[in-house]
């Protein structure tokens, strides 16, 4: 007779931004998958997840909050950053050392745009680890609905500049089969969209999409910076993201086929989203 462990025959994935923008299509491609999903949270009371999702409370800024949440895990997907300013966690060394006395085996990263001490704890901790490393993600398009809804115009800088935007669904099926198949440790993929699509591109898709004509006025870098303070962003990040927009790095504006690669489906078109999401521009 061999001997079994309950996470053997029942194993867990435990998933850390489980109510964020990938994090809950991470939850989603795992439940389609048959597989058993624990959404961490902050706070419980405010999460909303599938059936089936066991939710669990923790903070991955105090990592022995986590280890309730990690029992019977074997596999983990993690995020960067912990508050509401994305500051980067300095806690990465506790959380894969209590990851790996619980028994965690598999660990998907969500990169932070750059190197984080939490990737960097990962990639030395000696789990199977795999970075997902997404260009823009679609659902930064969100951030016009409103204008689109209430005055049918979109202001954004740089309307020309290309980007190979992908599905966060995308995402999530990639972190999805990296935490369940083997071959995937020690590996980084870089995740794009089927298309590199322009600022333009974008706004006719969703006005397509919603049955309504939306004009799309080009704002200086100046009226760009302008407004991003107005919405509170700090100077540095208004900084990084408009030198992100003038120079898209070619990996930015570039089509791979990772996720054609690793999940066997290609990647979802922006016409897709917009389609889903008209709704919120209408
Ligand atoms: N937007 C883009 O185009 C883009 C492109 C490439 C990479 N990225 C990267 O994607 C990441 C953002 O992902 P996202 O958009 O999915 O995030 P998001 O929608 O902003 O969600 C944030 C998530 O983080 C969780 N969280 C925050 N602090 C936490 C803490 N201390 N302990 C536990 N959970 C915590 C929140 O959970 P609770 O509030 O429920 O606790 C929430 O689920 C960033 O690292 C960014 O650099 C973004």
Not at 42 to 52: M, T
């Amino acid at each position: 007779m061999t001997n079994t462990t309950a996470a053997e025959t029942h194993p867990v994935h435990l998933v850390s931004g489980a109510t964020g923008t990938v994090g809950r299509e991470v939850v989603r491609e795992l439940l389609e998958r048959g597989q058993r999903v624990r959404a961490l949270t902050r706070d419980p009371a405010k999460a909303a997840f599938p059936e089936g999702v066991e939710v669990v409370r923790g903070d991955l800024t105090d990592p022995a909050s986590l280890k309730d949440a990690l029992t019977g895990v074997t596999g983990l997907h993690l995020i960067t950053f912990g508050g509401a300013a994305f500051q980067p966690l300095e806690t990465g060394p506790e959380i894969v050392r209590t990851a790996r006395d619980a028994g965690v085996r598999r660990v998907t990263v969500l990169n932070g745009g750059g190197p984080t001490p939490l990737e960097d704890a990962v990639r030395a901790g000696g789990l199977d680890w795999t970075v997902l490393m997404p260009v823009e993600f679609m659902a930064n398009a969100l951030e016009w609905a409103e204008e689109a809804r209430t005055r049918d115009t979109v202001r954004a800088p740089f309307v020309d500049r290309l980007s190979a935007l992908v599905h966060e669904g995308d995402i999530g099926a990639v972190a999805a089969v990296a935490l369940t198949e083997e071959g995937h440790a020690g590996k980084e993929y870089l995740i794009t969209g089927p298309q590199a699509l322009t600022v333009r591109e974008k706004v006719a898709a969703i006005a397509g999409a919603r049955g309504r004509d939306i004009e799309l006025v080009e704002l200086s870098e100046e009226e760009a910076a302008e407004r991003m303070r107005a919405e509170g962003q700090d100077e540095y990040t208004i900084a990084w993201l408009l030198d992100v927009y003038k120079n898209t790095p070619p990996e930015g504006r570039t089509v791979v086929d990772t996720v054609q690669r690793v999940t066997g489906r290609p990647a979802r078109p922006f016409a897709a989203w917009a389609e889903a999401h008209a709704p919120a521009f209408r």
